[in-house]
C-alpha cells in the first residue's frame, strides 16, 4: 500500500492554510508569552481540517493514516513553529479513541494528553491511590479538556471541574506548559488497549516536528550565510562555516531517514521492544539534531542570533524549549539500549 | 533619552597598600569586604542587572575606593596587579556579586590613562570613580562585526565640532549609560584602518537616540545608538585624528587573559553537578563520565590560565596566543551547558528557574553561554587569528 505518498502530499499540502510554506512567522511571534500561547481558534480549525482524528484507527471513527503521513504533516507543522498543541492533541484523541463528546472530537475545545508522572520519564502508570500528578502538559493554558493517563485507562477530565487543578508556566518558546493535579473522587477510567504504541507514535510525531523545525532553522542559517558579507565576502564563502553548515546537512538527512523508516516500520507492525528501541533511536537524534541546529544558528548568524528580533530567536527559542519533550536523548539512549538488548535476546 | 541618574559623588577613602599584603590576607580582605557592604541586591543573576538595580553596589564599590581594581591608586584606583586583581575577582565570584557597568573602569580609564589629555584625564577619570559617568562601548555597527575596520559611522569637522552621522548597534547597557565612546570614520579617502577615530559622546546630545534590543530571555541588555548629525566639542577626540584604530585595538592590558579565566566554566560545572544530585542521577555511570571529561577540561583549563597569570605577573607580554585561552574556556562553557540542558529533561526549556532556583536552571546557563563565543573576537575569528598569527599558516 504507498498510497501514503499521495496522502502524505495532500495533508503537506492543506497544511500550508495553517502554516504557510517559508511564510512569516508573525503570528507566532504575537502569541508568545500571552496565555495561552497559541490560538483556541486555530486549534480549531485544524480541528475541522481533519488533522486530530489522523491517527485514530477508522474502526474508532479516526481517518486511520499511518505514521508517514503523521509524521509528512508534523514536519510541515514545525517548519512553521506551530503553537498550537498538536502532539498532545494527536495523542489524547488517539488514547480516547472516539470517546470524546463531539467538542472534543472536531477542536472546538482543545483537549491535550496528561501522561508523564516525572520529568525526564516516560512513566505514566500514576500513583497506586490518592490524587494523581501529571508534569510538563502541553497546551495546558488554553484546554478545556484534558486525557489524563494513568494505569487505570483513560480518563476525560474537563477544566474547571472540581478537582482538576492545572497550574501553568512559560517555556523559552513562549508557550505554556502544565502542571495537571486531579484530586476529586474517581473519574471515569476508560480502558486503553495500546498506550505504550500510542506514546511511541507521539514520540515519533514530535520527532517529526523537531525535524521540520530544524530544517526551517538551517535554511534560515543557510539563508543568512548567502546574505551577511564580512571582509567583503558573504560569510557563507568561509571554509569554517561551509563545513559546519554541511554537517548539518548530514544531521538533517540522517534524522529524516530514520524518521521514516522508522514509520514505515511501525505501520508494517513491530513488537514492542523493537519499536521503542526505534522511535528511541530517532527521539535521540532528532533532539541532538534541534540543539546542534540551534547552537549553529546562534553562532552563524553573530549577535543577532541571541535576540529574540529575528526569526531565528524564535527557531532557537522553540528548540531549546521543545527538544527533551517526551524524553531528552539521554533516556532514549538508555532506553534504546534496554530494548535492543531485550529484542536480541 | 537616557534613564541614568547620576550616582553623585562618592568620595575615596584612603586605602591600604594591597600589592604589599600576602596573597592570603589580601584575599580574606576581599571576603570580609564583600560579606559586609555587598547590598540588598540579587547576587549569583546569570543575566546582566540594570543600573537601578546595580546602582547600591556600584555607590559602595565607589565609596569604598573598590571601583577600579587596576587603576594606579594615583588615578584613584585600588592599584592591583594581575595576581591581587584576580583574587578579588574569585572573591567576588564566590559570593555571587552582580557585576557593575564596567566598562568606564575596565575599557575607557585605562585607555585615557595612555592616550587621553591632562585636561581628559582630569575631567573623565573621576566622574567614573564616582559613577557620575556610566559608559558605553560604541564600536559595532549592523554591517561592521567581525569585520569591525569596515564601519560607516562618520564624523566631520565643523567649524568648532565633531559632527557624527550613523549608528552603533549591541551596544551592551548603552540604554543605563550617559557617554559613550565610539570609533567613527574620518577619513574616506584611506585604506579602512587609517581613516578611523577615536571619539567621546554624551548620551543625551541632541541627535542621539537609543532602542533597546531584548536578547533570547527578553531582557534588554543591549541597544541600538543611533547618531543624527549629533555635535560634540573638538576636544572630544582622544588621541590623535585618525588614531583610532591603533587606539582601540592597543591592549587592554590582562584584560585578555582573565576573559579566559576558568570560572565561568566551573561555575557552570558546579551548576551541573548540583541538578544531576537534585534529579538523583549523579550515580549514572554513563553521566559520571561525561560529568568526568568536562571536570578535567575545566581543571586542565585552571592551570594553562594559570601558566598565563604567571607570564603577567613576570612582566611578560602576552601575544595573539591568548586566543587559546579564550576560544577553549567559552566552547567548554558551552559543552558543559549543552549537557544541562539534556540532563534537565523538559525542564531544559523552563523561562524561569525551575523551582525558582537559579543553580538548576538549565536555560539560563545555556543562553549565557551563547554570546561568549560572539564577543570580543569569535570563534571563528578568532581560529583564523591562531592559524595566521601564532601558526604561520600560508593565508590564501
Ligand atoms: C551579548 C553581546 C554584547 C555585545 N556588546 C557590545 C558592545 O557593548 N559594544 C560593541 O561595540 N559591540 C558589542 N557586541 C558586538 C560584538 O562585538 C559582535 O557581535 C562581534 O564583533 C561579531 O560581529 P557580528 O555579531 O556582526 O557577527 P558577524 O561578524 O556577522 O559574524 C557572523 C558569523 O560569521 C563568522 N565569521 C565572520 N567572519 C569570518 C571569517 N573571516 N571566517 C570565518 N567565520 C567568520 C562569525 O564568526 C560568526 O559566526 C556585543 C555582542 C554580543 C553578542
Known amino acids: 500500500m504507498d498510497g501514503w505518498i499521495e496522502n502524505a502530499r495532500m495533508i503537506v499540502e492543506s497544511a ?4 504557510p510554506e517559508d511564510g512569516g512567522l508573525d503570528r507566532v511571534r504575537a502569541l508568545r508569552f500571552a496565555s495561552p500561547g497559541y490560538s483556541p481558534e486555530v486549534f480549531a480549525e485544524i480541528g475541522t481540517m481533519g488533522w486530530l482524528q489522523l491517527a485514530v484507527p ?15 504533516l508534523l514536519v510541515a507543522l514545525g517548519r512553521g513553529l506551530l503553537p498550537e498543541p498538536v502532539v498532545s492533541a494527536l495523542l489524547a484523541q ?36 490518592g490524587d494523581i500528578l501529571k508534569l510538563h502538559v502541553d497546551g495546558a493554558a488554553g484546554a478545556g479538556a484534558f486525557a489524563v493517563l494513568a494505569e487505570q485507562g483513560v480518563a476525560i477530565v ?8 492545572v497550574e501553568t508556566a512559560a517555556l523559552q518558546d513562549g508557550t505554556f ?5 486531579l484530586s476529586a473522587g474517581n473519574p471515569e477510567w476508560l480502558p486503553v488497549a495500546d498506550a505504550d504504541l500510542a506514546l511511541d507514535e507521539a514520540i515519533l510525531s514530535h520527532s517529526a516536528y523537531l525535524l521540520g523545525l530544524s530544517e526551517r532553522g538551517i535554511e534560515i542559517t543557510l539563508d543568512y550565510l548567502r546574505v551577511r558579507k564580512q571582509f567583503d565576502q558573504p560569510i557563507g564563502s568561509f571554509q569554517a562555516l561551509q563545513h559546519r553548515a554541511s554537517e548539518l546537512k548530514i544531521q538533517l538527512e540522517l534524522c529524516r531517514a530514520a524518521i521514516f523508516r522508522t514509520a514505515a516500520r511501525l505501520d508494517a507492525g513491530l513488537s514492542a521492544d523493537r519499536r521503542a528501541a526505534a522511535v528511541s533511536r530517532v527521539k535521540t ?12 544558528a546562534v553562532q552563524m548568524h553573530g549577535a543577532i542570533g541571541t535576540t529574540e528580533e529575528a526569526d531565528i530567536g524564535l527557531v532557537v527559542a522553540k528548540a531549546i524549549s521543545q527538544a527533551n519533550r517526551y524524553g531528552s536523548a539521554r533516556l532514549h539512549r538508555n532506553r534504546h539500549f534496554d530494548a535492543s538488548e531485550r529484542s536480541a535476546a | 533619552m537616557t534613564q541614568h541618574q547620576a550616582a553623585g559623588a562618592f568620595p575615596a577613602q584612603s586605602l591600604p597598600d594591597f600589592e604589599a599584603m600576602s596573597d592570603e590576607d589580601f584575599r580574606q580582605t576581599v571576603r570580609r569586604f564583600v560579606e559586609a557592604k555587598y547590598p540588598d541586591i540579587p547576587r549569583f543573576s546569570q543575566h546582566r542587572l540594570r543600573w537601578d538595580e546595580v546602582k547600591p553596589w556600584y555607590g559602595v564599590l565607589s565609596a569604598e575606593g573598590w571601583i577600579c581594581p587596576t587603576w594606579p591608586r594615583a588615578f584613584g584606583g585600588m592599584g592591583l596587579g594581575p595576581g591581587k586583581h584576580l583574587i578579588l575577582i574569585e572573591e567576588f565570584e564566590r559570593f555571587g556579586c552582580a557585576r557593575v557597568h564596567d566598562i568606564g573602569p575596565v575599557m575607557l580609564g585605562p585607555l585615557l590613562m595612555k592616550f587621553g589629555t591632562q585636561a581628559q584625564k582630569d575631567f573623565y577619570l573621576p566622574r567614573i570613580l564616582s559613577g557620575e559617568d556610566i559608559w558605553a562601548q560604541g564600536y559595532s555597527e549592523p554591517d561592521a562585526g567581525s569585520d569591525l575596520a569596515s564601519l560607516r559611522t562618520r564624523a566631520v569637522r565643523d567649524g568648532d565640532a565633531w559632527v557624527i552621522d550613523g549608528q552603533k548597534t549591541w551596544t551592551t547597557l548603552g540604554m543605563d549609560a550617559n557617554r559613550i565612546f565610539i570609533l567613527a570614520r574620518t577619513d574616506p579617502s584611506v585604506k579602512k584602518q587609517a581613516g578611523i577615530s577615536f571619539l567621546l559622546v554624551p548620551m543625551d546630545a541632541p541627535g542621539v537616540t537609543v532602542r533597546p534590543i531584548r536578547n533570547l530571555e527578553g531582557h534588554a541588555e543591549f541597544c541600538e545608538v543611533f547618531f543624527d548629525a549629533v555635535r560634540v566639542p573638538l576636544d572630544s577626540l582622544v588621541g590623535g585624528e585618525n588614531e583610532g584604530w591603533a587606539i582601540a585595538k592597543a591592549l587592554l592590558g590582562h584584560e585578555r587573559v582573565f576573559i579566559g579565566a576558568p570560572r565561568l566554566s566551573g561555575n557552570a560545572l558546579a551548576r551541573l553537578r548540583y541538578l544531576a544530585e537534585a534529579r538523583d542521577v549523579f550515580d549514572d555511570p554513563a553521566l559520571q563520565d561525561r560529568y568526568t571529561r568536562l571536570k578535567l577540561d575545566v581543571e586542565d583549563l585552571s592551570d594553562l590560565f594559570e601558566a598565563y597569570v604567571d607570564k603577567l605577573r613576570g612582566g611578560e607580554t602576552i601575544g595573539p ?6 576560544i577553549f574556556q567559552s566552547e567548554l562553557y558551552q559543552r558543559i551547558s549543552d549537557e544541562m540542558m539534556e540532563l534537565a529533561g523538559a525542564t531544559a526549556g523552563m523561562r524561569e528557574p525551575e523551582d525558582g532556583d537559579p543553580r538548576k536552571h538549565a536555560a539560563g546557563t545555556w543562553l549565557a553561554a551563547r554570546p561568549t563565543t560572539i564577543f570580543g573576537g569569535s570563534t571563528e575569528v578568532m581560529r583564523n587569528m591562531m592559524a595566521r598569527y601564532v601558526l604561520d599558516l600560508p593565508t590564501r
Request: with cysteine.
Open chain 1, 16 to 19: 500550508a492554510a495553517i502554516v
Open chain 1, 58 to 72: 477508522e474502526r474508532d471513527g479516526g481517518a486511520g493514516l499511518g505514521m508517514r503521513e503523521c509524521a509528512s
Open chain 1, 94 to 129: 488517539r488514547l480516547t479513541a472516539g470517546r470524546a463528546d463531539t467538542d472534543i472530537l472536531d477542536g472546538r475545545t482543545v483537549m491535550v494528553a496528561a501522561w508523564q508522572d516525572r520529568t525526564d520519564s516516560l512513566d505514566f502508570a500514576g500513583p497506586a491511590g
Open chain 1, 158 to 165: 474537563r477544566a474547571g471541574e472540581p478537582g482538576v487543578r
Open chain 1, 177 to 181: 506548559e502544565g502542571t495537571l493535579t
Open chain 1, 285 to 296: 537524534r532528532a533532539a541532538g539534531l534541534a540543539m546542534l541546529m540551534a547552537r549553529e
Open chain 2, 321 to 326: 596566543d591568548v586566543a587559546i585561552l579564550k
